[in-house]
T-cell receptor
Framework: DQQVKQNSPSLSVQEGRISILNCDYT??????FLWYKKYPAEGPTFLIS?????DKNEDGRFTVFLNKSAKHLSLHIVPSQPGDSAVYFC????????????FGKGTLLTVNP | DTGVSQDPRHKITKRGQNVTFRCDPI?????LYWYRQTLGQGPEFLTY????????KSRLLSDRFSAERPKGSFSTLEIQRTEQGDSAMYLC????????????FGQGTRLTVV
């Protein structure tokens, strides 16, 4: 039972354009959401997070939006750069879960020059 | 480099052999996590430690798996009698206790069971 779903295995965008990566979840107990970026042969790197009490969090070129009623979040990257090419994982936490992250399957983002 | 360090980076072993992986967390981090990532999947939680105490284990962690964190510093993950289904990337992460403090991941150990 996949509690965190990333339905797009891959996404390709042109440099300078917006990249939008989507994530859906089914567990209503999740109250904190994170995006991780992973390059080949490296571990995941934390990118940005959002608490369930917010609907938007912004950090430079990266913005995460949360729609609790739809159980949906998205990561926007503007403008996209070739160095952003990586696998992006959506992850979620239940309150009091001692940071047991539940990950989606990931979306491979390719930013073309 | 003061990040999370994992050793070895790659391990190829024959089915039925035992393997052991090591993780050195960021020095002041009291919490340490093990995850497993198989092809096409996201990382899945295996177990975690607070200092030297193993506080939770996933049902994914069969009896053939054992993890330790003696003295609350580095951790080891041992797999006994390896099976082909154990082939995966084994990731270690560490963090400080605190509300929503970030977890830092190591580069992982890729295990191939032949």
């Amino acid at each position: 039972d996949q509690q965190v779903k990333q339905n797009s295995p891959s996404l390709s965008v042109q440099e300078g354009r917006i990249s939008i990566l989507n994530c859906d979840y089914t567990n209503s107990m999740f109250d904190y959401f994170l995006w991780y970026k992973k390059y080949p042969a490296e571990g995941p790197t934390f990118l940005i997070s959002i608490s369930s009490i917010k609907d938007k969090n912004e950090d430079g070129r990266f913005t995460v939006f949360l729609n609790k009623s739809a159980k949906h979040l998205s990561l926007h990257i503007v403008p996209s750069q070739p160095g952003d090419s990586a696998v992006y994982f959506c992850a979620a936490l239940e309150g009091g879960s001692n940071y047991k992250l539940t990950f989606g399957k990931g979306t491979l983002l390719t930013v073309n020059p | 480099d003061t990040g999370v360090s994992q050793d070895p980076r790659h391990k190829i072993t024959k089915r039925g052999q035992n393997v052991t992986f090591r993780c050195d967390p960021i020095s002041e981090h009291n919490r340490l996590y093990w995850y497993r990532q198989t092809l096409g999947q996201g990382p899945e939680f295996l177990t975690y430690f607070q200092n030297e105490a193993q506080l939770e284990k996933s049902r994914l962690l069969s009896d053939r798996f054992s993890a330790e964190r003696p003295k609350g510093s580095f951790s080891t993950l041992e797999i006994q009698r390896t099976e082909q289904g154990d082939s995966a990337m084994y990731l270690c992460a560490s963090r400080l206790t605190g509300l929503n403090t970030e977890a830092f991941f190591g580069q992982g150990t890729r295990l191939t069971v032949v």
